[in-house]
């Protein structure tokens, strides 16, 4: 009887040493249920997208923007106040002080820091197409950003910067505008500043080809815009 009972212990030790070999112990503290492993991993939060955060800067909400809009369409909106004033100031161009005040409308909302106060959002064209054009650039820049990203992000910034030059080009026209002496001497500057501001969202057909596109010296708000749209609908974006 003794031998039987040190043979069935001894059988107990050895499946008590197979258990703790493959993990178990002798209490539930080291046991790995591998249902519940399989549970945590589809758990963890998916890598972030860095590219799609970067067109949704673009598009849908920026940290410092008026109401937090996106990028662009703070660019699209002052644009408009810039486009209105520029038009505002032709209707009188026998008027010097007419002429003074809207070119200067037309600056703030252009650059506000040429012009502090004014109809504009506080923003300006220059500072959220700039932030357009560096932040689509980051997006084709992330890891992992697919060839439609980086594709298009060439047109979108090309279309961008075009507008951030001909806004720089309007402040510059715009400051001559306010040294002018007599409003035969202002109105040809103002008629530029017009043209300008209308090619801020348009563009221009600079080649003459019956088109404007994203190239350099013609896109602006609107190539900037169509191309944004070709990225967000080759990502799968809603827009």
């Known amino acids: 009887m003794r031998t039987k009972?040190?043979?069935?212990?001894?059988?107990?030790?050895?499946a008590l040493a197979g258990c703790q070999q493959m993990g178990y112990g002798t209490s539930d503290a080291g046991?790995?249920?591998?249902?519940?492993?399989?549970?945590?991993?589809?758990?963890?939060?998916?890598?972030?997208?860095?590219?799609?955060?970067?067109?949704?800067?673009?598009?849908?909400?920026?940290n410092d923007t008026p109401d937090k809009m996106g990028l662009?369409?703070?660019?699209?909106?002052?644009?408009?106040?810039?486009i209105q004033h520029a038009a505002l100031a032709?209707?009188?161009?026998?008027?010097?002080?007419?002429?003074?005040?809207?070119?200067?409308?037309?600056?703030?909302?252009?650059?506000?820091?040429?012009?502090?106060?004014?109809?504009?959002?506080?923003?300006g064209v220059v500072r959220a197409a700039s932030g357009v054009?560096?932040?689509?650039?980051?997006?084709?820049?992330?890891?992992?950003?697919?060839?439609?990203?980086?594709l298009h992000a060439v047109h979108v910034a090309t279309s961008a910067e075009n507008t951030v030059a001909r806004c720089r080009e309007i402040v510059e026209l715009g400051k001559k505008v306010m040294a002018a002496g007599s409003a035969s001497e202002a109105a040809p500057?103002?008629?530029?500043?017009?043209?300008l501001a209308d090619a801020l969202i348009a563009g221009v057909d600079a080649n003459?080809?019956?088109?404007?596109s994203w190239e350099k010296g013609e896109g602006g708000l609107a190539a900037a815009r169509q191309h944004m749209m070709f990225v967000m609908k080759g990502e799968g974006l809603s827009g």
């Open 189 to 195: 500057l103002v008629a530029r500043i017009q043209k």
């Open 72 to 82: 662009l369409p703070t660019a699209e909106a002052e644009a408009k106040i810039a």
């Open 133 to 150: 054009a560096k932040h689509v650039n980051f997006a084709a820049q992330s890891e992992g950003a697919s060839d439609n990203v980086k």
């Open 31 to 62: 046991y790995q249920d591998p249902d519940a492993k399989a549970t945590a991993k589809a758990a963890a939060p998916a890598k972030q997208n860095m590219a799609h955060v970067h067109i949704g800067h673009v598009m849908t909400s920026w």
């Open 5 to 14: 009972l040190l043979a069935v212990a001894g059988l107990s030790l050895a």
């Open 208 to 212: 003459g080809d019956g088109n404007v």
């Open 90 to 123: 032709m209707k009188k161009p026998d008027d010097l002080d007419w002429l003074k005040l809207h070119v200067g409308h037309v600056m703030n909302a252009c650059d506000p820091s040429a012009v502090p106060k004014g109809p504009g959002l506080g923003y």
